[in-house]
């Protein structure tokens, strides 16, 4: 069986599930591709997808695989658009094509270098990993949340994960956005930050969402 085409069908399953979606039809527009079906027949056979009533499910094998591949795609964009700054579109492409062969310890060491980022660039969760759970404290991220930034330190925003898109706006218009050069003042009660020499206070949930990078 061709493999990708395997690895687009269980991804494309992973993402339908998020939006309650599972159309055979859906599914098979979706993917745009005359193998589709007899991939779709040999993976039912295999384990990987239930089919039934025009619809299709991920099965017990198909849902590791998806979440796995899930996973990687979206911390790829995470490492290419955020850190390295490449473009959206090429930030996509290049996590399609790296989604297939980054190892589970390679995997984790994004997850951990990116401060295990709840959500893609899109704003879509990414699948947890192990790391994600027991954060080891002797391995110090690249990027991390706000809230672990030493007082007086500074740092450049490298994403926001907001749990309200609404909130996006909002703090860009305060200048908290990706690329943005802060200085940590205080933590507590709230957060207070400075830029551009403002000085500005957040809630500690908002800074719980803010991802920064350590500007020494
Ligand atoms: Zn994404
Ligand atoms: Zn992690």
Not at 129 to 135: D, V
Not at 141 to 158: A, C, F, N, Q, T
Not at 162 to 187: D, F, T, V, W, Y
Request: hydrophobic residues 35%; aromatic residues 4%.
């Amino acid at each position: 069986m061709n493999n990708k085409l395997k690895d687009e069908i269980l991804e494309l399953l992973w993402s339908m599930r998020e939006k309650g979606l599972k159309s055979y039809a859906d599914l098979i527009s979706g993917i745009n591709d005359s193998g589709a079906s007899d991939a779709l027949l040999k993976m039912e056979k295999a384990g990987l997808v239930a089919i039934s009533d025009n619809e299709v499910q991920l099965a017990e094998k198909g849902e590791a695989r998806a979440r796995d591949l899930t996973r990687r795609h979206r911390l790829a964009e995470r490492l290419f658009h955020d850190v390295l700054e490449v473009g959206m579109q090429e930030s996509e492409e290049t996590a399609c094509e790296v989604e297939h062969f980054l190892s589970p310890s390679v995997t984790e060491s994004v997850c951990s270098f990116l401060g295990h980022p709840p959500t893609c660039p899109h704003g879509k969760p990414i699948p947890r990993g192990e790391c994600c759970s027991r954060y080891k404290k002797d391995m110090k991220p690249l990027v991390m949340k706000l809230k672990e930034l030493d007082i007086g330190s500074k740092g450049r925003i490298v994403f926001i994960a907001p749990s309200e898109n609404s909130r996006l706006e909002r703090l860009a218009s305060m200048g908290i956005l990706p690329g943005s050069i802060i200085r940590l003042k205080q933590k507590r009660p709230s957060f207070v930050l400075e830029i551009d020499e403002t000085t500005l206070a957040i809630d500690s949930l908002i800074a719980e969402e803010i991802y920064v990078k350590e500007k020494k």
